[in-house]
């Protein structure tokens, strides 16, 4: 099966950030348009930031202009940088196909990230 594993969670203070990565396994990564999203307790997963084989990116309103959705075809490797961190920000990020995540397909283990003073 196709293997996504996410990386670069943790814990930082209100203003400050991470990157997070996202290293696919298989060929088909370069095919595919990629998303991260996120899903903080009791809510509803969300997509943040989403891009196209071409590198067209959007970014859902509450993350514009503080994150960067980017993708290393080469690694097969897909990355959130994610700068002026807010608290509401705190979420288990995962990455995935898009295709795959609107169809109901599973899930990795995501990433934790924790905004806290």
């Known amino acids: 099966q196709v293997q996504l594993v996410e990386s670069g969670g943790g814990l930082v203070q209100p203003g400050g950030s991470l990157r997070l990565s996202c290293a696919a396994s298989?060929?088909?990564?370069?095919?595919?348009?990629m998303g991260w999203y996120r899903q903080a307790p009791g809510k509803q997963r969300e997509l943040v930031a989403h891009?196209?084989?071409?590198?067209?990116?959007n970014y859902a309103d509450s993350v514009k202009g503080r994150f960067t959705i980017s993708r290393d075809n080469a690694k097969n490797t897909l990355y959130l940088q994610m700068n002026s961190l807010k608290p509401e920000d705190t979420a288990v990020y995962y990455c995935n196909y898009e295709f795959w995540a609107r169809e109901g397909g599973s899930w990795g283990q995501g990433t934790q990230v924790t905004v806290s003073s």
């Open positions: 891009i196209t084989t071409g590198g067209t990116t």
């Open positions: 298989g060929s088909i990564f370069s095919l595919n348009a």
